[in-house]
């Protein structure tokens, strides 16, 4: 099975690049080398089926499930999901509209995307 991924809305996913650029300079000014591939943590909220649904597609999404957590205030759960890329502009905002798609696809709210900063050499 191929999962056909849905178009991104082009407003979106320019919300959701002018918060990833405020990451990513964050990360430069710490010292990130960008080209370093490492896990990148991205989270998504919303009822349990479709979060179960998504769980079972990770892999052929090209990610790897993290985990789930409850909401403490009583709100729906989130499902944490990684995969190993650079951090380049390039590379995260491949990432952001993958899960802009997985967003519309199966009805669940992106929560944005995180990693460690990566300050040696490339391997």
């Not at 710490?30 to 089926?49: K, W």
Request: hydrophobic share 35%; charged share 30%; glycine share 8%.
């Amino acid at each position: 099975m191929t999962i056909k991924l849905p178009p991104v809305d082009p407003a979106r996913m320019e919300q959701e690049w002018a918060a990833d650029q405020d990451v990513l300079r964050n990360l430069a000014a710490n010292g990130d080398q960008a080209s370093i591939r490492r896990s990148v943590d991205v989270s998504f909220r919303g009822s349990e089926a479709n979060l179960e649904r998504l769980s079972e597609a990770a892999e052929e999404l090209g990610l790897t499930e993290l985990g789930h957590e409850d909401d403490e205030q009583g709100g729906d759960p989130w499902l944490f999901l990684e995969r190993v890329q650079a951090v380049d502009e390039k590379s995260i905002r491949a990432l952001t509209e993958l899960c802009l798609q997985i967003e519309q696809l199966f009805d669940l709210e992106y929560d944005g995307w995180g990693c460690e900063a990566q300050t040696g050499t490339v391997h």
